[in-house]
Nanobody
Framework: QVQLEESGGGSVQSGGSLRLSCAASEYTYSTYSLGWFRQAPGKEREGVATLNSHGTTRYADSVKGRFTISQDNAKNTLYLQMNSLKPEDTAMYYC????????????????????WGQGTQVTVSS
């Protein structure tokens, strides 16, 4: 059982930046897919930024050029650097993991992920 814990959310003005972190309990899987997802009130959960163990990344069109996903394998930590934040980025942000390598066309689909964190709230004011 893998546990994920997000941190780094908060309130920021439009144009600001935040960095989210997701700490994972220790695991030894060499094949994996990891990602950041978000859910705004009344909306479905959507993929934001994802990567797999093959080095493939995929971003939602709405965040390309503004968000960057990265990982520190030594710390079992996943990051999401969010720049140029907009009010429409306001949502609960979740990290997720699947211990298989998802193909590029599946990376942003939340249904393919098994483990989820509790989420961290991001609020962007105009």
């Amino acid at each position: 059982q893998v546990q994920l814990e997000e941190s780094g959310g908060g309130s920021v003005q439009s144009g600001g930046s935040l960095r989210l972190s997701c700490a994972a309990s220790e695991y030894t899987y060499s094949t994996y897919s990891l990602g950041w997802f978000r859910q705004a009130p009344g909306k479905e959960r959507e993929g934001v930024a994802t990567l797999n163990s093959h080095g493939t990344t995929r971003y939602a069109d709405s965040v390309k050029g503004r968000f960057t996903i990265s990982q520190d394998n030594a710390k079992n930590t996943l990051y999401l650097q969010m720049n140029s934040l907009k009010p429409e980025d306001t949502a609960m942000y979740y990290c997720a993991a699947a211990f298989r390598r998802l193909d590029w066309w599946r990376l942003l689909h939340p249904g393919h992920y098994t483990y989820w964190g509790q989420g961290t709230q991001v609020t962007v004011s105009s």
